[in-house]
Each structure stands twice: as structure tokens, then as C-alpha cells.
């Protein structure tokens, strides 16, 4: 953490940025969230193959449920293997934010130090610890205050409130636009769903009222951290949506058009039913006349089978 921090410090004071104001430390706190999420992208893209491997399973869930529910033992071995067989991690989900908590409390601890009685961190120097933790934003805000800290500083009340209005935002949005645009009808019920209902109602309360008791740079930390997930979450679903979805459908429609502006045409996949097969008719064979029994003969009069007759009356 104190390594990257100060590379981006150094980097950005080399530029001509003022080594000892607020806005160096915050730009190195913004890069410092740059490279983390940089680094969690092969997590993300797994979070992302999880949800989708989630969404499509749903039906075979509910299948699940209805067959199992009286036995909630064996539906949660059938659940676990219908996971494992479709390669599903039900808690992939949670991974990038998992691992980003520690992180986060990293920085808080590092920032509250450094600001106390300059504590040196890691690579983090006396001296620079002073500088991180007395840094003013616009020369006026200390950026180690928050909103019920604030030192006296309307400003930064205002300011912090505005980032965590900001850090509560984006992730109300981002959780919405992954239900909204990204999962199927059928999976907007069940247990996936009420945990997808779950996040997004309760994650931005958590971060609302925690953040008020968060410094202004770790405040910057998680709204750049969270403005970067809700830009790769919609790059993924513009560009690669789950089937059947909103955005599965509105891919297809801008596809359309695009090939229309080209003056080509759209490549449909159309399934044709398989031909029904053809069967050689034979011709239907004459029924020859059955022979009757002289029982017969004698209950019908005596008459046998009719037979054609010439002109002539003699029998063909």
C-alpha cells in the first residue's frame, strides 16, 4: 500500500504538482485505487462467469425446490452438485469487495495514523507520514477529517457528504443496472435473486452510514473504486450480456442497425426443423376373396362368390 501510494506521490511531484498540498495525496489515492482494481480484474471477470453460470442454472434450481423441498438436506446436496457440475461459485459475487475490505481499512488505518502523530507505515517515512496526514485539499481541507470530525470545517462536512452521497450512489446503480439489464426473467425469482435484492438495498445503507466516519481520502478511495466497477460492469454488459437479457436484446438491436448503416445484413441463426422422412408407397395389393366353408355356402343360399361374365355368358 505505502509503496504505491508513494510511487504515485513522486510520479505526480515530479509532473509539478505541489509535494506537500492535498491534491498530490489525493491523486496518489486515486491511482493507488487505479492499480488495485487493475489487479482485481481477472477476480471480476470470474465474479462475472459465476453470476451468469447463476443466472442460467435458475430454472434447474426451482426444478430443484419443487422435487426436494420437503427434504432440505438433500436439496442442499442436489443445489451443491448442480453448482459443481456447472463449475458455479455461489460466493464468487462477493470476492472483488471481500478482498478490497482489507485494503480499505488499510488505508483508513494508514491515513488516521499518519494524521494523529505522523506514525510511519511500510515505506511511509516520517516525514511523508506528517505530509499525508496534514495534507489540506485546496489548501483548506484536511483530507485525514470527516464528516462528524470536521474540525470545525464546513467545508468539510459539505465535501465529505458529498462523497458519500456519491460512494452510496454508484453502488445503488450498480447493483441495479446488473438486475436491471443483465439477468433473465426467470432468475429474478429465488434464492439468487432475493441475494441480488439483498445488496442492493443494503450495501448503500452500509455505506452511508459508515462513511460519514471515513477520512476524505478514504472517502475518495471507495467512490473511484466504485465509479471504476460500475464502468467495467457496463462495458461487460453492453458488449458481452447474458442471453436472454435486456441487454442481451438490446445488443442485438444495435447490431441490426449497424449492419443496416453498412448496407449488410444481420447473421441470424435460424433452426430449421428437421425434414420429415420420406417413405416409398407401395401399391395397395388386391384383396383376394375369402373361401367359404360349404356351411357358409348353404346359409347364403348356396351362392358362391360372384364371377364376371362375357357377352357370351360363359365365365372369364
Not at 146 to 159: A, E
Not at 179 to 196: E, H, I, R, V, W
Not at 223 to 236: C, E
Request: proline share 6%.
Amino acid at each position: 500500500m505505502s509503496a504505491v501510494l508513494i510511487a504515485w506521490h513522486k510520479l505526480l511531484s515530479a509532473i509539478g504538482l505541489d509535494p506537500n498540498g492535498g491534491a498530490v495525496w489525493i491523486l496518489s489515492i486515486v491511482g493507488l485505487t487505479l492499480v488495485i482494481r487493475a489487479a482485481l480484474i481477472p477476480l471480476f471477470v470470474k465474479q462475472i462467469k459465476s453470476s451468469r453460470n447463476m443466472q442460467l442454472i435458475q430454472p434447474k434450481v426451482k426444478e430443484l425446490q419443487k422435487k426436494y423441498g420437503h427434504d432440505r438436506e438433500r436439496l442442499a446436496q442436489e443445489t451443491m452438485k448442480l453448482y459443481k457440475e456447472s463449475g458455479t461459485n455461489p460466493f464468487a459475487s462477493c470476492l472483488p469487495i471481500l478482498l478490497q475490505m482489507p485494503i480499505f481499512f488499510t488505508l483508513f488505518h494508514l491515513l488516521n495514523e499518519a494524521a494523529k502523530d505522523g506514525t510511519p507505515h511500510g515505506l511511509l517515512t516520517e516525514d511523508l507520514a506528517q505530509n499525508f496526514g496534514q495534507s489540506e485539499l485546496f489548501g483548506t481541507l484536511p483530507i485525514s477529517n470527516t464528516f462528524i470530525n470536521s474540525g470545525g470545517h464546513v467545508g468539510v462536512m459539505v465535501l465529505a457528504a458529498i462523497l458519500v452521497v456519491a460512494m452510496t450512489a454508484t453502488t445503488f446503480l450498480t447493483q441495479r443496472q446488473l438486475m436491471s439489464k443483465n439477468m433473465p426473467a426467470d432468475a429474478l425469482s429465488g434464492p439468487y435473486a432475493q441475494q441480488q435484492k439483498l445488496l442492493l438495498y443494503v450495501l448503500p445503507v452500509v455505506f452511508a452510514v459508515g462513511g460519514i466516519a471515513f477520512p476524505i481520502g478514504v472517502l475518495f478511495y471507495w467512490t473511484t473504486s466504485n465509479l471504476w466497477t460500475m464502468g467495467q460492469q457496463f462495458y461487460v454488459i453492453r458488449n458481452n450480456p447474458a442471453p436472454g437479457t435486456p441487454a442481451f436484446a438490446a445488443k442485438q438491436e444495435r447490431d441490426k442497425a449497424r449492419a443496416e448503416r453498412k448496407g449488410g445484413t444481420v447473421e441470424t441463426t435460424v433452426v430449421e426443423a428437421d425434414p420429415e422422412p420420406t417413405t416409398e408407397r407401395r401399391p395397395t395389393q388386391r384383396q383376394q376373396p375369402r373361401k367359404q366353408t360349404r356351411q357358409q355356402r348353404r346359409s347364403s343360399g348356396g351362392q358362391g362368390p360372384a364371377r364376371g361374365k362375357t357377352e357370351g355368358g360363359k365365365q372369364k
